[in-house]
């Protein structure tokens, strides 16, 4: 399932961020801020099958992680977002476990770098 | 002070706050000016206050989305224009069409690339830059650099309507140079170039700083005075005048001795229904002072 992707793609990451390496850290640490209440968003927005808020915070999800190269999180965003768009609550439950998963694979990922 | 006004301000608009760090990061790293906005709606109050040169919209923003502002922009005629790029995680061939439908000049799609982003704003920085240009070019004159007669007739509009609104008076001059065409005919026009430039410069070193000059026709000016009662619109008419006539103008065929008629008007003085009349009012005072002897200040 992983293919050659990684969890995070650090190089193409820091193209992004100007190759600075402190202020990519900055912005994972902030992604990991956000992440915990946009999830708890759309459990809550699954609870009650909204699915405009499921594909906005899919959405917003996908971008963040897209931009720090987050392969992983941004593909399972993605699946959350199309969730929304095509009304599709059994697949939005499916990937909010994914979802938590690949979280808990960056925060592991994470405090081994450290 | 100039290069400042030359800087081009960039707008972010994004509601994503890793991606407009990143954004901004790279943005001011490359010299530009730039202001970050978390949604459309915060995004369309800076676009009211008319100094946003390029804008980054975000497609997905909350109160008002990208596109939609993309609309409201394009649609509102009163400001200048705003080079829009949606950036966006939509990459659809439908929702490209979409965005540049709604007015979008580009758009780059999210994750975004540095090297094109940076590419993508120095056109938005040029086609901003020319339609600056144009634009000045288009309402200054040439030569005196003071606004055009269609321009200083378009303030005179927004002026005695904004006088009406607040009830405040308007005062006018109109000012033509005396005997000029004679400067024309015995020294060419070059050295009456050169004088009209040097009595514009005579002129604005006596004006208020909210006073604006216009260049109505060849050898006359109109100057619009908001907020300015008949009594200082008197002192301030002869102070330009006195400024002109007490010191010849050195040009490049020598020292020339000049002076200059002045007609004013204020709708402290008069029942004015339309800039057509005041214009009408302060030509008749102008004509009077060219009966009295020219080097005069006649007021209507």
Same mark, same amino acid.
């Given at each position: 399932m992983t293919g050659g992707k990684k969890t995070i793609d650090f190089d193409s990451a820091l193209e992004r961020t100007g190759g600075d390496k402190d202020f990519l850290y900055e912005l994972i640490d902030m992604y990991m801020e956000d992440f915990i209440p946009k999830y708890d968003e759309l459990k809550k927005a699954i609870k009650e099958e909204n699915f405009t808020a499921i594909q906005e915070t899919g959405h917003y999800l996908k971008g963040s992680a897209a931009n720090l190269s987050l392969s992983f999180l941004k593909d399972a965003s993605l699946q959350m977002e199309l969730a929304g768009e095509d009304k599709d609550i059994k697949k939005a439950q499916q990937t909010l476990d994914e979802l938590k998963k690949e979280f808990a694979r960056l925060k592991t990922f994470i405090s081994n770098m450290d | 002070m100039k290069s400042k006004q030359n800087k081009v301000k960039i707008l972010i608009a994004e509601d994503d706050r890793i991606s407009s760090k990143i954004l901004k990061k790279h943005i001011t790293g490359w010299g530009y000016d730039v202001l970050v906005v978390p949604d459309g709606k915060k995004a369309w109050q800076v676009f009211e206050k008319n100094e946003i040169g390029i804008a980054l919209l975000?497609? #997905? #923003?909350?109160?008002? !989305?990208g596109v939609e502002l993309c609309r409201k922009i394009r649609n509102d005629k009163s400001g200048k224009y705003t080079y829009i790029i949606l950036l966006t995680a939509k990459n659809k061939q439908k929702d490209i069409n979409k965005g540049l439908t709604a007015g979008a000049d580009e758009y780059l799609t999210k994750p975004f690339n540095p090297i094109e982003l940076k590419a993508r704003l120095k056109t938005g920085k040029r086609i901003i830059d020319l339609l600056e240009k144009l634009h000045k070019q288009a309402i200054y004159?040439?030569? !005196?650099k003071v606004f055009n007669r269609r321009e200083i007739m378009r303030i005179l509009n927004e002026e005695f309507y904004r006088a009406q609104r607040t009830n405040q008076p308007l005062s006018t001059i109109m000012l033509d140079l005396d005997h000029f065409k004679k400067v024309n005919d015995t020294y060419g026009h070059p050295v009456g170039d050169e004088v009209l430039v040097e009595i514009v410069s005579r002129i604005t070193t006596k004006m208020r700083a909210y006073d604006k000059i216009g260049r109505y026709g060849g050898e006359e000016f109109i100057i619009i005075l908001p907020h300015n009662s008949i009594k200082s619109l008197k002192k301030i008419a002869e102070r330009i005048r006195i400024n002109i006539s007490q010191k010849s103008i050195q040009t490049s065929a020598g020292p020339l001795q000049l002076t200059v008629s002045l007609g004013c008007t204020s709708t402290e003085n008069i029942e004015a229904s339309s800039t057509k009349m005041i214009i009408k009012i302060s030509d008749e005072a102008l004509y009077k002072a060219k009966n009295n002897g020219r080097n005069c200040t006649v007021v209507g």
């Open positions: - | 975000d497609w #997905m #923003m909350p109160e008002i !989305t004159d040439g030569l !005196t």
